[in-house]
């Protein structure tokens, strides 16, 4: 069910447009398989409260008292925005995390590299958990 909350937020954040993929265009599923496997706790943990407060916060930024899975297209957008450049500094960077982990996503998918000129990336070794 977290996954479901933590791949709406991306998706707020990374729409599709008329030039580029949205993230929900990429594999967001494998890519949080992935992320919640090679992560730290803490950084998994910094995800799940960043994405819970960007659901719940809808009240504080366009002042609608829903969850931000319930709100119309356009109100999501503005509450993306508002989220991202609140005045309040806890908040503003914990929903950065989600921000964060949904760029690294989206950057790497092969789609947006080639929209970008830019060849994708090679198969992850696996290198980085067995070298000293």
């Known amino acids: 069910m977290v996954n479901w909350f933590i791949q709406h937020a991306m998706e707020a954040f990374y ?3 008329e030039t580029l993929p949205g993230i929900a265009d990429t ?3 494998g890519f949080l398989k992935r992320y919640r496997s ?5 950084m ?3 995800l799940v409260v960043g994405t819970l407060l960007f659901v ?8 609608w008292p829903l ?3 319930l709100l119309p297209k356009k109100v999501l957008d503005r509450h993306a925005h508002r989220v991202t450049s609140s005045r309040l500094y806890l908040l503003r960077q914990a929903v950065f995390l989600v921000k964060l982990a949904a760029g690294l996503c989206w950057g790497s998918h092969p789609t947006v590299r080639a929209k970008f000129g830019m060849a994708p990336y090679d198969a992850d070794p696996g290198t ?3 070298s000293a």
């Open 128 to 130: 980085w958990r067995t």
């Open 67 to 69: 969850p931000s899975f």
């Open 15 to 17: 729409p599709r447009t």
């Open 27 to 29: 594999d967001v599923a």
């Open 38 to 42: 090679d992560a730290t706790r803490l």
């Open 44 to 46: 998994w943990l910094g």
């Open 56 to 63: 719940w916060t809808p009240i504080l930024t366009v002042y």
